[in-house]
């Protein structure tokens, strides 16, 4: 009986040992054992309507296909297999997250993609479209663009000579921890400082962004390269309206602050008219790209990647006023916090008037009136 135990005994302890060997051979298999990958079909514009595609994209199919003709030799992949993900996908990916504010997830989910590698390609894809600034955003440097856009502001509202209108906005970020306080303003938000100069047609023929909230907007146009080469003369007899935290300049001009002749408030009226597709341009701007805009909250990228989307942003606005392409999205808006906020910073750095400047809004508000009442006179006659 004895022996029969310790048969017994030693038969479990070998079926022991044998599974313990088993389970150690097997065990580093599984650890290393791939998943299998699930690749998520690609998104692409067929099957989808035109309404749909400027809701989803803000560019139409035609602009769009342009688009990707455009970047497509920058994004080319090196190696194509067959997961590569196609520049078409890459591409619609980011336009989705501009318009819709979500760069991460969402873009992810509707480009068919993981998030990795939707942050991988996205700056790829911005500095593809930065690359076409040249193309899309030129400040009219021609003897006959100059003269169009003096005669496309002159229909405004009668100001003449007028180039551009200039004004700044800001677009929210989580700013760096080091420099947190160039970016924060008295609400304890933070921002870029972003300068902007549109013709009448409401599209960017200027951008600056590169500032902090921190940074007064005087002091972007006083070291920007458009404000040397009205210096140089380059503009001729060119120039700018803004609002009065710019000071007025042979080549920029502001309102009057006190009112005391007839003149002076025509010409006040019509520098007002002139002035507001700035912040009508910007509204479009923000309502049209939500990444843009103060209800999307602020972007979590860095400062540089910032000013990239911003600028990215401006070209796509500069296609679609080409192109006619409507803005399907509710009326622009200017929250009331941020108008103020702006009002505060432009009058902390308002410059002192130049008396060549203020010779020339002279200049211009003793011939406004003759136009002023003949302009009113013939409407009446009509």
Partial sequence: MEVILIQRERRRRAQQQQQQLQQHQQGPQRQHRRQERIFHPRTT????????IIQRYRLNWQAIQQLLRNIEQQLAPTLVTPHTIPT????????HALASGSF???????????QPSFSAFLPKVLDAIIGLTPHHICFPNTLQKQQETKQGFYAISGFPHVLGAIDCTHVRLVPPAATEHLYRNRKHTHSINVQAIVDHQGMFTNIVAKYPRS?????????????QHFQDGRYGNGLLVADQGYGIQPWIMTPFGNLSTASERAYNDAHKGTCSIVERTFGILKSRFRCLNITGGSLLYSPEMVCKIILTCSILH????KRNIPLLEPDPYMPEDEEEEDAALQHEGEQ???AAGVRRRQH???NFLKYYHHHHLMNYCK
Avoid: M
């Fill in 88 to 95: 078409e996908t890459k591409l619609l990916a980011v336009l």
């Fill in 215 to 227: 940074v007064h907007d005087s002091y972007i146009f006083r070291h920007c390269t458009i404000n």
């Fill in 104 to 114: 991460q997830t969402t873009g992810a989910l509707v480009g068919g993609i993981s």
């Fill in 352 to 354: 002192p008037n130049t």
């Fill in 318 to 321: 500069n296609i679609c006023i």
């Fill in 45 to 52: 514009l067929q099957g989808l309507r035109e309404h749909d």
């Fill in 364 to 366: 211009i508000v003793n």
